[in-house]
Each structure stands twice: as structure tokens, then as C-alpha cells.
């Protein structure tokens, strides 16, 4: 019998034309029916009926209807060669179908597709072109007839087609038409319906559409856009200025008394205040004439009879006699230069920390006053620069030995009496060093 059902889900089901199913044999041997030559006939006839209806993938059987695939796709295909071929993702993505390789000249080309085929109305083709055209041209593909190539209708003239440029053709059932011809070489003042003088001669110009800006002549070298002359570059009798982004910028001030113009950035200008001090110095002529306004004396360095640090509240230097200045009114010890002291000066001690091992040499940069502790056995060594230092020294419950090293002389002693204190005079001049320990209970 033949499959039976609807597409996709056809079925064959077995019969010796009068039982069916899976069990037909066992069926008829239940019935008592013998296995005869017509029972065995009827059921290889059933058989050959369905394979015979069977698509064979050697080409054997074809099919009679469309086959539709339920989704899935034919895979490991060979590329199409012929019109009547099934055709590969791969040769569409690639152009193939419908790229040809020019040859031929410039005026006679020829076009080479893979697979070949014959041209048809609608056929489009597209190559790049080997040269460039110079006259009346024909195409010929795959070896058949060279049929002229049109543009717009008529034939080429020359020019249209340009060495090295993409081109796409389409076939009208007749010749070929040019679809993206080289446009720039058929742009030309007849065509644009322009004199043939060496220069195009307009006597307005219409920018956009006829409603739109108009650019016409006013005399001897002046345009007028919409009937307002144009400012232009140079030469031009009064209007010789062309226009600029900064004077536009400039126009855009708006004045004030007392301000002056000044550019912001490229093209931008804004306006700060020009107050009467600063033109009185801006008149000056020369370097001594400033100083002069400025009160700053006529020698070769500015004299200021005092200077204020910060605003006229803030502290105020000035000059107390022959290289001395004061600050605030009181007189400034200055490094290098011989001077008496008026007045004592308070000093705060610097903490030393608590030393209990390693070799302690004080610094004079930490201050001339210092106190430390004895938290163990170490070492006093004196300072590496010529100074004058007080230490003092407190024993805590670990004191240890102190040993001196490097000193000079050493006078008095440490104990490790716990809570004993000690004031240390170090005094290094001249590379000579003096450690003078004084027990303070």
C-alpha cells in the first residue's frame, strides 16, 4: 500500500492486501492462512510500490511535488555552475553571481562571469573597469554579442566609464545600461546650458531654489548678496576688509566706560575693567618713567620704602638702618651679618624618646634643648656639626649602662639608678667635642 498521512508525517505500514500492521506474517499464521506464493507476491508488491515512491540520492528518482525541509537546510552543497543549479550562501556573500572580470578594450569590453551565462532582461552586472571610455561603447559577456551601452537612454559619448571605478550595468532586454556612471566627466557647460567662453557667465545666482539668496554683480569687482554689498578681501575701491571671525567677535563687544577688549579664546573676546591707575602707566615711555608712577625710586633695582606681606594689615617689612630690616617694627637677626642681641628668646625641648640600645648621637636640626630616657644599655656619642646642645637624661626602671664614645673629653658619670635624672652639656667646636654630665639629685 502506499505511505499514508500528510506531510511531515507520512507512514508506510505493511499489508499482504488484506491484514496490515507491523505483525502481518503472525496475523495470517493465527488465521491458519498458509504462507502461500500469492501471500508472499501480494506483500514484496506492497513493498516495492512504497520504495518506489522513494527520492533516491543517486538522482535514480525524482521527486513529483515541492519538498519542504521542516526547518533544516541542505548542507555540503557544490557550488553552483549552471542557470539550473542550486547556488552556495558563500557564492551570494561573495558576489560571485553577478561579478565579472573586464577585459576587452576601452571601447570594446568583454565581461567574464563564473559560472557563465547568457544576459536576459534584468541581468545586472558589476566589474571595474580596465580603462577609461572615449567614445560610443559595447559590452560583450561571456563571449556572446557586443551590445552598446547606454547612459540615460542614449549611447555613451566617452567618459563614462573610469579605469579602476566600480560599474554597474543592468541588461534592458536590448543592450546595456550604465547605472553609475562617472558623472563628473559628463558634467560639462552644454550640458549645464552655460556659454563656451572661458568663464561661465551667470548674471544672478539663485543658492537653493528661485525663492531663495541671490548673489548678483553691483560693478567692477563688488557682489551683492539680496541686494547688500559684500565686504571682500582686497583691492576693491572702500570695502577692502574680507570677513574675519575675530573682528566679528570684536563687533560683538559691548562698550563701557572704563573697559577694555581682551580675547577669551579663538574667535571670542570679552571685556575687563581699564581703570584710570592703570592707563597712568600704560602712558609711561620708558622703564624709569613707570617707576616713577609707581613710587618706586629711579635706581637700577625698585626702592620701596616698606613691603606688606599679604594686605595692608598683614606683616610689614621695612628697613631699620644699613643692611638690617624689621619685621613689624622689631629688628631681624640676618645670617652672616654681626649683630646684638636686645632681648632673651624662649626655647621649647625636642623628645629624644626612650633609648635603650644602638648609639644615640643628637642633632642640632632637632633643637638645641633635647631630653631622652634610659630604657637600657646604649651608647651617647656627640653631634657631627659644630653646635651647642642640652640634654637631659631620665633612668626608667631598665636603665642600663650608658657608654660615651667619640667625645673628646667626658666629665661626671651615668648611674642606673632607677628615677636618677641627668642634665647633659655637649658642646662640639673645631672638631673637639666636651660631654659635661651633671647628676640632678
Not at 210 to 231: Q, W
Request: proline share 3%; net charge negative.
Amino acid at each position: 500500500m502506499p505511505f499514508t498521512g500528510s506531510a511531515p508525517s507520512k507512514v508506510y505500514t505493511r499489508t499482504d492486501g488484506v491484514r496490515t500492521g507491523a505483525a502481518v506474517n503472525v496475523t495470517a499464521d493465527g488465521l491458519g492462512v498458509n504462507n502461500t506464493a500469492a501471500l508472499a507476491d501480494a506483500r514484496e508488491n506492497d513493498m516495492a510500490t512504497a520504495i518506489s515512491s522513494l527520492w533516491l540520492r543517486d538522482g535514480g528518482n525524482q521527486p513529483s511535488a515541492d519538498l519542504p525541509l521542516n526547518t533544516f537546510k541542505f548542507t555540503g552543497m557544490g557550488a553552483g555552475s549552471a542557470r539550473t543549479d542550486s547556488v552556495r550562501l558563500g557564492q551570494i556573500q561573495d558576489g560571485n553571481l553577478i561579478y565579472a572580470e573586464a577585459g576587452g578594450t576601452a571601447n570594446a569590453i568583454t565581461l567574464t562571469t563564473s559560472p557563465t551565462f547568457s544576459p536576459s532582461e534584468g541581468t545586472m552586472i558589476l566589474f571595474f573597469a580596465e580603462a577609461d571610455n572615449s567614445s560610443t561603447t559595447t559590452v560583450a559577456l561571456n563571449g556572446g554579442s557586443a551590445l552598446a551601452l547606454q547612459v540615460g537612454g542614449s549611447a555613451c559619448a566617452g567618459g563614462e566609464v573610469n579605469d579602476g571605478q566600480a560599474h554597474i550595468i543592468m541588461h534592458d532586454g536590448t543592450q546595456w545600461q550604465l547605472v553609475n556612471p562617472y558623472w563628473s566627466a559628463l558634467i560639462t557647460r552644454a550640458s549645464l546650458g552655460l556659454a563656451t567662453s572661458d568663464s561661465p557667465q551667470f548674471t544672478a545666482i539663485n543658492l537653493g531654489h528661485a525663492s531663495d539668496t541671490t548673489i548678483t554683480r553691483v560693478s567692477a569687482g563688488v557682489i551683492a548678496v539680496e541686494g547688500s554689498n559684500v565686504l571682500l578681501a582686497s583691492g576693491l575701491g572702500s570695502v577692502t576688509q574680507a570677513y574675519d571671525a575675530e573682528l566679528a567677535a570684536f563687533a560683538g563687544l559691548t562698550s563701557a566706560a572704563d573697559k577694555i577688549g581682551y580675547f577669551t579664546g579663538s574667535g571670542t573676546m570679552g571685556t575687563t575693567d581699564f581703570t584710570s591707575t592703570a592707563r597712568s602707566i600704560l602712558d609711561d615711555t620708558s622703564v624709569g618713567a613707570v617707576r616713577t608712577t609707581l613710587g618706586v625710586g629711579t635706581g637700577d633695582s625698585p626702592q620701596f620704602t616698606a613691603i606688606e606681606l599679604g594686605n595692608a594689615s598683614d606683616t610689614t617689612i621695612s628697613r631699620s638702618g644699613a643692611g638690617r630690616l624689621a619685621v613689624e617694627g622689631k629688628d631681624a637677626l640676618l645670617k652672616g651679618v654681626t649683630d646684638t642681641l636686645t632681648t632673651g628668646y624662649n626655647a621649647a625641648e625636642s623628645d629624644a624618646g626612650t633609648k635603650s640600645s644602638g648609639t644615640f648621637t643628637p642633632d642640632p636640626a632637632s633643637g638645641n634643648f633635647q631630653k631622652a630616657v634610659n630604657g637600657g644599655a646604649h651608647t651617647l656619642a656627640p653631634p657631627a656639626t659644630t653646635c651647642s646642645i642640652v640634654v637631659q637624661y631620665t633612668n626608667n626602671g631598665s636603665a642600663g649602662a650608658v657608654t660615651t664614645s667619640g667625645f673628646t673629653r667626658v666629665t661626671g658619670a651615668f648611674t642606673t639608678t632607677s628615677g636618677d635624672d641627668f642634665m647633659c652639656y655637649i658642646i662640639r667646636n673645631n672638631g673637639f667635642s666636651h660631654l659635661n654630665i651633671v647628676a640632678l639629685q
